[in-house]
Structures are given as structure tokens and as C-alpha cells.
């Protein structure tokens, strides 16, 4: 990329061609989510890191177990009840 063209590059309307890596930014948008929900609901924020630290690491399991519970039923359970015709 030349120095004109990065200094043309509008963000918001010049997409970035990051579709092959979508899911890198499922960690950064954990960690600003829960920094930003724990910065309202903390009470104390001697304990802010730790609760922030414990609130991604939920929402990165949660989606986890999402995951794997869709590839299960999108593979076994939807081939059971609807079967393709061969």
C-alpha cells in the first residue's frame, strides 16, 4: 500500500479485508465488552481487574460451549430428524 493510498483510507467506508480472520477479534471484543460492563456493575475496584479477567474468560467459554453445542446439532441431531435423499 503507497502513502496515498493510506492517507485516502476512510474507515468507515473503506472496509478492512479481514474476512478470513473474523474470529481474532472475538478476544478483543470480549475484553472491552467486560471493561466496560465491570466499570458500571464493580462495587469495589480494588477487585476491577480480576473481575474483568473473570468476565472474559466467561464470555469466551460461553461461546465456546455455543460452538460446540451448534456443530452438534447442525451434524447429528438435524440429520436424524430431516434426513437428505440420496
Known amino acids: 500500500m503507497s502513502l496515498v493510498q493510506a ?3 476512510t474507515p468507515f467506508v473503506d ?3 479481514i474476512h478470513e ?3 481474532l477479534l472475538i ?9 466496560g460492563y465491570k466499570a458500571i456493575r464493580c462495587s ?3 477487585k476491577y481487574p ?9 464470555i ?3 461461546l465456546l460451549l455455543l460452538a460446540i453445542v451448534f456443530t452438534l446439532v447442525v ?9 437428505m435423499p440420496s
Open 7 to 9: 492517507l485516502a483510507y
Open 15 to 17: 472496509a478492512l479485508s
Open 21 to 23: 480472520q473474523w474470529y
Open 27 to 35: 478476544i478483543p471484543m470480549s475484553i472491552l465488552l467486560a471493561i
Open 44 to 46: 469495589n475496584m480494588k
Open 50 to 58: 480480576r473481575e474483568v479477567f473473570v468476565f472474559t474468560v466467561q
Open 60 to 62: 469466551l467459554g460461553g
Open 75 to 83: 451434524t447429528v441431531v438435524i440429520p436424524m430428524v430431516a434426513p
